[in-house]
């Protein structure tokens, strides 16, 4: 080795001394895929720039190479945990660009599987934000819990977490037997849980000095910024998809929209709790309202042979003959927004009257929260980030399609 | 008549040589049996999520079905791990990050490759940004699924017990 | 000056500076050229419309044009039930438009992607690089139609 090339390492160059860089991931202890590289002044942050991407897999450009139904599986794959919500504002557009409205008890069912869902997903959220603080026991109970929702949306539509469930004009089953006991079951556990979530989490002085009073958002930043979800609410700001009314039942029943007004970590994590809260209030309104009826449209029950037809309504399970695949979508375009358990979700289709949409075109709620990364972290001391990081929600498989 | 060096000169054989007995040693039954007794109850994975899997990776870890019965215990560093479980979908910047992870393992080490994507691609076949991992790695098991239930990597993860145990595993795990 | 809703103030000040927009439902559609776009959008702005929720570059190779769309959203009550929508047309072989940075900061992430995949130069963006593309990606824009992956087989009802 040469002297000169020793010497550039043992001693110190100019500018050397004020900032450098770390690079977090993508292999790190929590959720991975994704790299933080941070550029840090001593122990305070400067600046953070999310390096994304690592599970891009190109959903768009996959979703314009099939069938308009067969895209729903794949966009589901975005968010796997919370896929009833990822795959509703798809199913809307495309039901906008056929001209279908589905059934009422098929909405009463989408709404349901949505509420499962968004518990579900914010169970995951927060298991993640303990194991970002090192509270293992978080972790554990959460995703312990978070088993019980997954068992009741298995039993509703078969499968754990890639439901499928909604379809263009309706839902692909009906209300299993002995559901509404099962739900109300759950409800009751969990409520109980809430509280001792409390106890042992929101209310631990360790978990709240890492989170209090970090990451703060202001509501007008939020505006500007165009965060969703969670993390909007928990400043101040009183927005969510639901309220347009697109979609599932949501005007028909009596809920509140939780808020928060501090902007920091851990109003966004308490906010969480309190969504829970109101999602399975909601589930108890579903379940008593729910009307009888069909769950498909009429105008797709009508593809069905007659054969199959009548048990199909008696199972409450639609087999859909192959025409259904091959659904010519209108030209034109439509625009549907729904909200996840991480935020809004944004779909514009547009169609040339083909089989296939011509371009599917998401905005999922992580990759908009994404700039929060940029925005959030300067001026915080480094072990500050993991508590910023964890309190985001951020899915990244979301973020990246 | 002794020579004063001989020792010396011995010396430097000897620790050769002794690496090699060893080496040999382990490699022969009773103790290679041993050997690979304790590993196959402390197959730790390392948190290296590639995908949408780590989902029910997760789950897999968690209270319901408690893989850490079974010695299974996600683990920060790849220095500390020896199990490296593909979750899904390898992109192409991700393959780049796995392939590090795996030379930073110490031997003797495993892949699983977890889900249909990381088998042929699965719903992803036809994206232009995915690698498929049985071209960069090794693999003990495919698990099957999409996602696979944690049943299912329980399985697997039972099965590499046992493949292990009758140090049935391949070469090229137990090489760097 | 105050009469009628903002949105249909807003609906008037586009008019005055020469766009026509378009009301369906839930969507408010204004064509715009790419001088034109930067003041629409600071329009946008000063009625509300304060943040971006899509960027969206469309390819339409028939017409040899590369559609962008804006959608503009807004989290205030009166105009949560619209978006805004901006449609710009740049040429397919030289695509190049103002980046709205100032206007909508969250635009920071949206025109990198649409760059990204798509290959649209958002002139003043700080930072175009790849985003979701490997870094050593060489290939086309993968959001062109001209980029073709494998399509599936055609699924036939055999009954
Ligand atoms: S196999 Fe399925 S669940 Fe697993 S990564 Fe692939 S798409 Fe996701």
């Not at chain 1, 309220?243 to 009596?254: C, F, K, R």
């Not at chain 3, 940075?101 to 920071?108: K, S, T, Y």
């Amino acid at each position: 080795m040469s002297s000169s090339v020793m010497e550039a390492r043992l001693l110190e160059k100019e500018g050397d001394e004020e900032v450098y860089e770390v690079f977090i991931g993508p292999q790190h202890p929590a959720s991975g895929h994704m790299r933080l590289i941070v550029r840090l002044e001593g122990d305070v942050i400067v600046g953070v720039d999310p390096d994304i991407g690592w599970v891009h897999r190109t959903m768009e450009k996959l979703a314009e190479s099939k069938e308009a139904l067969k895209a729903i599986p794949l966009l589901e794959r975005m968010t796997i945990i919370d896929s009833q919500n990822v795959t509703i504002g798809y199913v809307r557009a495309l039901e906008k660009l056929l001209g279908v409205e589905p059934p009422p008890r098929a909405r009463y069912l989408r709404t349901l599987l949505s509420e499962i869902n968004r518990i579900a997903s914010h169970l995951y959220g927060m298991g993640l934000a303990g194991i970002f603080v090192n509270h293992s026991t978080m972790f554990m109970w959460c995703f312990g819990d978070r088993e019980v929702w997954i068992q009741l949306a298995e039993e509703l539509t078969g499968a754990r977490l890639t439901h499928s469930y909604s379809v263009p004009g309706g839902v692909r089953r009906d209300l299993p037997q002995g559901f509404k006991e099962k739900a109300l079951k759950a409800i009751r556990y969990m409520e109980k849980r809430l509280d001792e979530y409390h106890r042992i989490f929101f209310d631990n002085p360790q978990v709240r000095a890492r989170y209090e009073g970090v990451g703060v958002l202001k509501p007008h930043e939020a505006r500007r910024l165009g965060v969703v979800g969670p993390n909007l609410r928990a400043s101040g700001v009183r927005y969510d998809a639901r309220l347009l009314g697109d979609y599932g039942v949501y005007d028909e029943l009596e809920f509140e929209i939780p808020v928060r007004e501090e902007g920091d970590a851990m109003s966004r994590l308490l906010l969480r709790g309190d969504e829970i809260r109101q999602s399975m209030n909601i589930i108890r309104q579903v379940l008593d309202k729910i009307p009888e009826g069909p769950i498909l449209a009429e105008k797709y029950l009508r593809l069905i042979p007659p054969k199959l037809r009548e048990p199909a309504l008696k199972e409450g399970r639609i087999k859909f003959p192959g025409i259904f695949a091959n659904l010519k979508l209108p030209k034109g375009e439509a625009v549907a927004r729904a909200e996840m358990g991480h935020g809004e979700i944004f779909y514009h289709v547009t169609s040339d009257g083909s089989k296939k949409p011509y371009r599917v075109r998401v905005v999922t709620p992580s990759f908009r929260n994404v700039i929060l990364f940029r925005y959030l972290p300067p001026g915080h001391r480094f072990m500050d980030l993991p508590a910023i990081y964890g309190s985001l929600d951020y899915f990244p498989p979301e973020a990246d399609r | 008549m002794t020579c004063p060096f001989m020792g010396l000169a011995f010396l430097g054989r000897l620790e050769e040589s002794s690496r090699k007995a060893a080496q040999w040693l382990v490699e022969r039954t009773p103790v290679r049996s041993l050997r690979d007794w304790a590993i196959s109850f402390s197959l730790w994975p390392v948190h290296f999520t590639t995908s949408c899997c780590g989902a029910e990776f997760a789950a897999v870890s968690a209270p319901r079905f408690d893989m850490e019965r079974y010695g299974f215990l996600p683990f920060n560093s790849p220095r500390q791990t020896n199990l490296l479980l593909i979750e899904g979908t390898l992109t192409r910047k991700m393959a780049r990050a796995a392939e590090i992870v795996y030379q930073q393992m110490p031997s003797p080490k495993f892949v699983v490759a977890m889900g249909a994507c990381a088998i042929d691609g699965g719903i992803f076949h036809n994206s232009y940004n995915i690698v498929r991992p049985h071209e960069l790695f090794p693999i003990e098991y495919f698990i099957p699924g999409c996602p696979p239930r944690p049943e299912a990597v329980a399985q697997a993860i039972v099965r590499l017990h046992e493949k292990v145990k009758r140090s049935e595993y391949g070469v090229k795990a137990r090489e760097t | 000056m105050n009469t009628g809703s903002r949105l249909e103030r807003l609906e008037k000040g586009l008019r005055d500076i020469g766009l026509e927009p378009v009301k369906a439902p839930g969507v408010l559609r204004v064509d715009a050229q790419p001088e034109s776009l930067v003041p629409a959008a600071r329009l946008a702005v000063e009625h509300g419309y304060d943040h971006l929720a899509s960027v969206e570059g469309i390819d339409w190779p028939s017409e040899g044009v590369i559609e962008v769309i804006y959608h503009a959203e807004s989290y205030d009550e009166d105009l949560r039930g619209t978006l805004l929508e901006i449609r710009v047309k740049v040429p397919r072989d030289e695509p190049r438009l103002p980046s709205l940075i100032e206007v909508w900061p969250n635009a920071l992430f949206l025109e990198r992607e649409t760059w990204d995949l798509m290959g649209v130069v958002f002139e003043g963006h700080p930072e175009l690089r790849r985003l979701l593309m490997p870094p050593d990606w060489d290939g086309p824009p993968p959001l062109r139609k001209d980029f073709k992956v494998k399509t599936e087989g055609v699924f036939v009802n055999v009954e």
